[in-house]
């Protein structure tokens, strides 16, 4: 348990870090999810898990935050590249996952 909270306050601590850090930026990672990832994440649609469920995202999590970028940005499962949006730079998928993460405590 205890274990756990440090594990996720420390990857919440990076992904809430400066963008420099490379744990991307949430606040400007809303703008993208509200774009680009909120069709599936909002509703858990082809099974993504939804933001703010904490249990869905708990392991995911524990993989890091780089994992988690590298998943979203060349796809995983049922989810597309980069949500389908390759329009959008590996920086901006970094800051929207560092939003959901956030989202995630
Ligand atoms: C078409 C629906 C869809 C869209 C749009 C979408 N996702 Fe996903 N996403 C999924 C599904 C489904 C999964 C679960 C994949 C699995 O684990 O099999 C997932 C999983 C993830 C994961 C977890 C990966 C892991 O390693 O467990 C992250 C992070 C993620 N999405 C980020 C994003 C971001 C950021 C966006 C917007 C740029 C986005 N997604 C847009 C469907 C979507």
């Given amino acids: ?3 756990r909270l440090i594990l996720a306050g420390t990857i919440l601590g990076l992904a809430a870090g ?4 490379g744990g991307g930026d949430p606040a400007a990672g ?3 999810y509200d774009e680009a990832c909120f069709a599936c994440h909002s509703t ?3 099974g993504a898990p939804k933001l703010g469920d904490k249990a869905a995202w708990a ?3 524990q993989q890091g935050m780089d ?7 060349k796809g995983k ?3 597309p590249p980069k949500g389908g949006r390759m329009d959008l730079s590996d920086e901006a998928i970094r800051n929207a996952v560092a939003y959901i993460v956030s989202q995630a405590k």
Avoid at 18 to 21: D, E, G, S, T
Avoid at 67 to 73: D, G, K, R, T, Y
């Fill in 1 to 3: 348990m205890s274990k």
């Fill in 18 to 21: 400066p963008v420099l850090a």
């Fill in 30 to 32: 809303k703008k993208i």
């Fill in 44 to 46: 858990g649609a082809a």
């Fill in 59 to 61: 392991k995911r999590i």
């Fill in 67 to 73: 994992v988690l970028v590298q998943h979203a940005i």
């Fill in 77 to 79: 499962g049922a989810m």
